[in-house]
Nanobody, 122 residues
Framework: HVQLVESGGGSVQAGGSLRVSCAVS????????MAWFRQAPGKEREGVAA???????TYAGSLKGRFTISKDNAENTLYLQMDSLKPEDTAMYYC?????????????????WGQGTQVTVS
């Protein structure tokens, strides 16, 4: 079965950087449509960025320029590089995968989810 395991979260000061990773197993990684979501306490889950099988990327408008999504097909790993972090970026970050491409920011379209990794910016 498909497993997604995030890592790399932590605490950082405002203006700093973090990179979170998502290791994928159980499905041909190169064929998956992948995305990062985040959810802060009391708020709805929101799409951060997505990447399709060809490597094309899409970002939430407010995050483009600070966040970069990428993947390594050889390592079956998805990444999210986060720069110039702000306190409002504090949230649980989740990777998600789908075998079909759809409305990238609609979390209900994704079949597989990781357990999440906490990012705290102070």
């Amino acid at each position: 079965h498909v497993q997604l395991v995030e890592s790399g979260g932590g605490s950082v000061q405002a203006g700093g950087s973090l990179r979170v990773s998502c290791a994928v197993s159980g499905y041909p990684f190169s064929g998956l449509y992948m995305a990062w979501f985040r959810q802060a306490p009391g708020k709805e889950r929101e799409g951060v960025a997505a990447i399709d099988s060809s490597g094309s990327t899409t970002y939430a408008g407010s995050l483009k320029g600070r966040f970069t999504i990428s993947k390594d097909n050889a390592e079956n790993t998805l990444y999210l590089q986060m720069d110039s972090l702000k306190p409002e970026d504090t949230a649980m970050y989740y990777c998600a995968a789908s075998t079909v491409e759809g409305a990238w920011s609609d979390w209900t379209k994704y079949t597989y989810w990781g357990q999440g990794t906490q990012v705290t910016v102070s």
